[in-house]
T-cell receptor, first 114, second 116 residues
Framework: DSGVTQTPKHLITATGQRVTLRCSPR?????VYWYQQSLDQGLQFLIQ???????AKGNILERFSAQQFPDLHSELNLSSLELGDSALYFC?????????????FGSGTQLSVL | AQTVTQSQPEMSVQEAETVTLSCTYD???????LFWYKQPPSRQMILVIR??????QNATENRFSVNFQKAAKSFSLKISDSQLGDAAMYFC?????????????FGTGTRLKVLA
């Protein structure tokens, strides 16, 4: 267990629906990254937050949005879902300080759109 | 924009043997960090090894070591004495050290099979 908590672990929904994925970094960690991993694909960067503010944006669709709350947990909202949105969604936090920084990943949320 | 390329979709190795996974990247920057992450069947992403570009010495972590060739923009991972538990997807990743740059860029991965 990395200490980065993602819920739910699995989510099954239908096309056109809206879902919310939740991520809680470890206590004291300020950053949250969201990545999408489609079947047998690499990780695509979606968005990053640091201490409540958006810091970097990747190829995130307009149907997707995210935010980081004052308690530092983050939510990724996916709306008007399509079959192609089925993927493993990872949350990660940047840890280790300036000299040893690395990404610490949660266990992911597997989204299946039927 | 920086890119990371892993040209080997799949590799196989006999148990106890050595295998090398390749990674190349494209960047115009001189200072950055490189990583290898392992994704076993559980799908959890686990850091294997980290390398700073300003360090000439190759990083090692037990049976895992890298061959970092900065001029060639190459960052290969060597796994010695391969074990069945090493079977996984391996992802190479790049992160700029430039101030104000935060995202990690991942390659498409190499699936490693370990044969008993």
């Amino acid at each position: 267990d990395s200490g980065v908590t993602q819920t739910p672990k699995h989510l099954i929904t239908a096309t056109g629906q809206r879902v919310t994925l939740r991520c809680s970094p470890r206590s004291g960690d300020l950053s949250v990254y969201w990545y999408q991993q489609s079947l047998d694909q690499g990780l695509q960067f979606l968005i990053q937050y640091y201490n409540g503010e958006e810091r970097a944006k990747g190829n995130i669709l307009e149907r997707f949005s995210a935010q980081q709350f004052p308690d530092l947990h983050s939510e990724l909202n996916l709306s008007s879902l399509e079959l192609g949105d089925s993927a493993l969604y990872f949350c990660a936090s940047s840890v280790g300080g300036a000299l040893n920084e690395k990404l610490l990943f949660g266990s992911g949320t597997q989204l299946s759109v039927l | 924009a920086q890119t990371v390329t892993q040209s080997q979709p799949e590799m196989s190795v006999q148990e106890a043997e050595t295998v090398t996974l390749s990674c190349t990247y494209d960047t115009s920057e001189s200072d950055y960090y490189l990583f290898w992450y392992k994704q076993p069947p559980s799908r959890q992403m686990i850091l294997v090894i980290r390398q700073e570009a300003y360090k000439q010495q190759n990083a090692t972590e037990n049976r895992f070591s890298v061959n970092f060739q900065k001029a060639a923009k190459s960052f290969s991972l060597k796994i010695s004495d391969s074990q069945l538990g090493d079977a996984a997807m391996y992802f190479c990743a790049y992160r700029s050290a430039q101030s104000g740059t935060y995202k990690y860029i991942f390659g498409t991965g190499t699936r490693l099979k370990v044969l008993a």
